[in-house]
């Protein structure tokens, strides 16, 4: 009877260690080290092609990007469950969308409703899987080769290909900002490349090359796939060191490649520019994928992967002579003769790169708060309605292909009332911004797809109607003069009645007081003084 429960004590356990090591850890034993290596996709100078059965063809990426956020939740949480992906890819289909990008490992509903969602229609929908790097350790005091930088972007690469193989166990906090589970779904086969990284941090960059030029094991690398000019800075020895291991990894244990991109957007952008332009962005670091060659024996080609968008950083609007930065016969007008240096911008990246440019973000904001300013075209960050959103989504999608860009996603599926923003963090609770809708934050309304509170209807529309207000919504009735209010996640509404209000001659007043120990009993613009503090003024004038 002992040896028996020895006998099962060992079983179980070698079972337990078996389940860590190759779920958890990702080890493996290559036992077809033979087998030949395979891919759908491949590229040339500027194009990307996707194998079909008669044989590559020319594939441009029209995509999105989806993020994790839904209203009460962060987006940390991955809330979103698996009926409402599946909802959201059929939408995404219907409107001629052909890629999905995620940014970090989603939750496991995600990659089922994936599943499920491609395995019942001929015309699947594709993905661009990302890998996050740490907010914290990227705008902290350390370098890009410390091991909480390169140590654990290199293991969360190799996670996330585990994960689309669905061959991977996460547990709950394991990797920062990334969904946790036991992921057994397999979605390889319509993931077509990997975008590896997030927007740098230039002081970052320009730390990590600061330190480590010159010093020997950081100048250049040569690996299996990819390989480093003697051009590159170690910040770019560092990104073709992990591509490399990635490529490596997939190629051994699942005998699959597939496209790599390294994240990159307009601060560190490859390019120099004039002294006093760089001074006024302090513009000071470079990351140039040009510098990351590949071997033969990467077979599925790898391109640029950009964040732009037409208002930042607007580096040729403050350039008297931009056309120096032009490749010749490429102007930076429009037919009408308007000054569209987002245009300019992007062929200025294309013609930088012999591999295709893929602009993996771009948009504008429906949010009435305004962060940037599009003085040309007037894409702005911000105070758009959502016509003049629509509008500017296919100009700015026009001149990505007018620019010869492979593809694009645009930035994003879902408006994410988590979000923050510089000019309007300091007025609100950052630990409660899941649970309403800042109007003022721009960040939080990218999306093509709204948020509007209420189960069915809004508690209020403005406009007219009075038979959704009842004596329950009334504040104040005196001297022929009363107010009603409703408030909802996302704005606080009001009903003024003056009996014979004469507009153009009478101004209404309503102050507000929103806290007991702020406001003031003067208002210097009007002229008006209260009975109490209060906080804002309501005027109503004509």
Known sequence: MKKFIIVVAVVVTLVIVSDFLYYHKGWYIDFHPDQEV??????????????????????????????????????????????????????MKEMGLNTVRVYTIQSEDFYKAFYEFNS??????????????????????????????????????KIAVDVIHGNRKIVQGGIHSAGYGTYKTDVSQWVIGYILGVE????????????????????????????????????????????????EYESTRYKKQRLIAFSNWPTTDPFIYPTDLSDFFMKCAQVDVEHIKTT?????????????????????????????????????YTENGVLNTYKAYLHMLTAHHDIPVVISEYGVSTGRGMAQRDMNTSRNQGYMSEVEQGNALIECYEDILDAGGAGSCLFTWQDEWF?????????????????????????????????DPGEKTSVSYVDGDLSEWTDGDKVLDQEGMSVHM?????????LVYKENLKFGEEVLYIPIDTTPKSGSSY???????????VDFLIVING
């Open 38 to 91: 395979t891919t759908v996709t491949k590229t040339d100078e500027n194009n990307i092609y996707l194998k079909a059965e008669s044989g590559y063809e020319a594939f441009e990426i029209r995509g999105v990007n989806l993020g994790s956020g839904i209203p009460g939740k962060w987006a940390t949480d991955f809330a979103i469950d698996k009926d409402t992906y599946l909802r959201w890819f059929s939408w």
């Open 120 to 157: 019942q229609n001929e015309d699947p929908l594709y993905m661009l899987q990302g890998v996050w790097v740490n907010d914290y350790i990227q705008n902290s005091h350390r370098d890009a080769f410390v091991q909480e930088f390169y140590g654990d972007f290199l293991e969360h690469c």
């Open 200 to 247: 740098w941090e230039d002081v970052t960059v320009a730390y990590t090359n600061e330190k480590y030029t010159g010093v020997e094991g950081y100048t250049s690398y040569q690996g299996t796939y990819m390989f480093t000019t003697e051009d590159a800075s170690p910040f770019e020895v560092m990104l073709a060191s992990v591509g490399d291991q990635v490529i």
């Open 296 to 332: 033969d024996r990467f077979l599925s080609g790898h391109f640029a992967s950009y964040h732009v968008y037409p208002y930042y950083p607007d580096y040729l609007s403050h350039i008297k002579d931009w056309s120096p930065f032009l490749p010749e016969g490429k102007t930076a």
């Open 419 to 451: 979000k923050r923003t510089w000019n309007t963090m300091y007025a609100v609770d950052l630990k409660r911004t899941p649970f309403w809708s800042d109007y003022q934050t721009n960040e939080q309304y990218f999306g093509l797809l709204s948020f």
């Open 486 to 494: 409703k408030y909802d996640e996302k704005f606080v509404y009001f």
């Open 523 to 533: 208002c210097r613009n009007e002229g008006i003084l209260f009975d109490r503090a």
